[in-house]
């Protein structure tokens, strides 16, 4: 059941970009989550940063919608513990659903069920290339 659990907030998560809502997407975190994120900013801690990230990344999108989608998603989970890692594509759509571009990266989640399972560390990432310092293009 648990799996399963974890399975439901990875859905929540890309339901959550998708509509653009802010506290739904922050209300899935621990209140001192920590992340290592891909873009700008080499970590952040508690939901006030987190809200801070959200409320740009949301605002910058104008009226495009992220369509988030987990790919081979490897879930653990044992008692009040578990972990999801998986490549994650995320979708820019256009109001009408036309796809205008998308990203490939990596995802880990570490989670802990207190009552409800919460996100407490999230790490994105690319493969940086060792000639050009540049993030490598995954595979399609």
Same mark, same amino acid.
């Given at each position: 059941m648990s799996?399963?659990e974890?399975?439901?907030v990875?859905?929540?998560?890309a339901? +959550?970009?998708?509509?653009?809502? &802010?506290?739904? *997407?922050?209300?899935?975190y621990?209140?001192?989550?920590h992340?290592?994120d #891909?873009?700008e900013e080499?970590?952040a %801690?508690?939901k006030e @940063?987190?809200? #801070?990230? =959200?409320?740009?990344w949301?605002?910058?999108?104008?009226?495009?919608r992220v369509?988030v989608t987990?790919?081979?998603? /490897?879930?653990v989970?044992?008692?009040? &513990?578990?972990? &999801? *890692? @998986?490549a994650?594509?995320? @979708?820019a759509?256009t109001?009408?659903g036309e796809?205008?571009?998308?990203?490939r990266?990596?995802? =880990?989640?570490?989670?802990r %069920?207190?009552? %409800?399972w919460?996100? &407490? *560390?999230?790490?994105?990432s690319?493969p /940086?290339s060792?000639? +050009?310092? +540049?993030?490598? $293009? $995954? $595979?399609?």
């Amino acid at each position: 059941m648990s799996e399963q659990e974890i399975r439901d907030v990875l859905d929540a998560y890309a339901a +959550t970009v998708h509509a653009r809502d &802010v506290d739904g *997407h922050v209300g899935l975190y621990d209140d001192d989550v920590h992340l290592f994120d #891909a873009w700008e900013e080499f970590e952040a %801690r508690g939901k006030e @940063a987190l809200r #801070a990230a =959200t409320e740009q990344w949301f605002g910058s999108l104008g009226e495009e919608r992220v369509r988030v989608t987990f790919d081979d998603a /490897i879930v653990v989970a044992d008692g009040d &513990v578990g972990f &999801v *890692h @998986a490549a994650v594509v995320f @979708a820019a759509e256009t109001a009408s659903g036309e796809r205008v571009r998308a990203m490939r990266n990596r995802f =880990t989640f570490g989670l802990r %069920r207190d009552g %409800r399972w919460r996100i &407490v *560390h999230q790490h994105s990432s690319l493969p /940086i290339s060792m000639v +050009t310092m +540049t993030a490598v $293009p $995954p $595979p399609a």
